[in-house]
């Protein structure tokens, strides 16, 4: 059982659209969720974090949280070609994996002019 | 410019050869990770250092060789690699368990 998963997509949105990207985990215990962008050829680039249910807002990015059903999801509002992107979910482990930083494989975001 | 550097950017190696990847961060983070990334892979967790502790270990061959000698260094070891080695090798660094900052990477190429 993959530990986090995403659809790899890819998923191709206009510009100015709202972009839905999920994320479902195994670990029930974990409690730390981060959303990552990568650009092709380079490092990941922290986005979001979040650490209780509900919505965290960041200027254009929202990412939800919902541990109840293992689900984390990040919408990125008026989407841009800029934002055209490989976009990890990352989920920390608990207990004594709680150093354990686990990702998914990503999902490949186009904004279209 | 970033707080987690790595260098050198890309190597060229031969499956005989020993070579070392560096490291460095200027955070004031306490924990260090190495992650491996392949094509079409998911970014694949090597080690992790806390407090220069060594607290996970992936599987990992033992053709590669962590070594953290304090809490702003962590190095990769590399001897006898395999031409499937060949990835990005990404480092991080956290405070503690939370966010993970990357650094560059290090372009890997086993020839």
């Known amino acids: 059982q993959k530990e986090v998963e995403q659809n790899s997509g890819p998923l191709s949105v206009p510009e100015g659209a709202i972009a839905s990207l999920n994320c479902t985990y195994s670990?029930?215990?974990?409690?730390?969720f981060f959303w990552y962008r990568q650009y092709s050829g380079k490092s990941p680039e922290l986005i979001m974090s979040i650490y209780s249910n509900g919505d965290k807002e960041d200027g254009r990015f929202t990412a939800q949280l919902n541990k109840a059903s293992q689900y984390v999801s990040l919408l990125i509002r008026d989407s841009q070609p800029s934002d055209s992107a490989t976009y990890l979910c990352a989920v920390r482990g608990s207990g004594g994996s709680n150093y354990k930083l686990t990702f998914g494989k990503g999902t490949l975001l186009t904004v279209n002019p | 410019e970033t707080g987690v550097t790595q260098t050198p950017r890309h190597l060229v190696m031969g499956m005989t050869n020993k070579k070392s990847l560096k490291c460095e961060q200027h955070?004031?983070?306490?924990?260090m990770y190495w992650y491996k990334q392949s094509a079409k892979k998911p970014l694949e967790l090597m080690f992790v250092y806390s407090l220069e502790e060594r607290v996970e270990n992936n599987s990992v061959p033992s053709r590669f060789s962590p070594e953290c000698p304090n809490s702003s260094h962590l190095f990769l070891h590399l001897h006898t690699l395999q031409p499937e080695d060949s990835a990005l090798y990404l480092c991080?660094?956290?405070?503690?368990?939370?966010?993970?900052?990357f650094g560059q990477g290090t372009r890997l190429t086993v020839v």
């Open positions: 955070l004031g983070h306490n924990a």
């Open positions: 670990d029930r215990g974990s409690q730390s």
């Open positions: 991080a660094s956290s405070q503690g368990q939370g966010e993970a900052f």
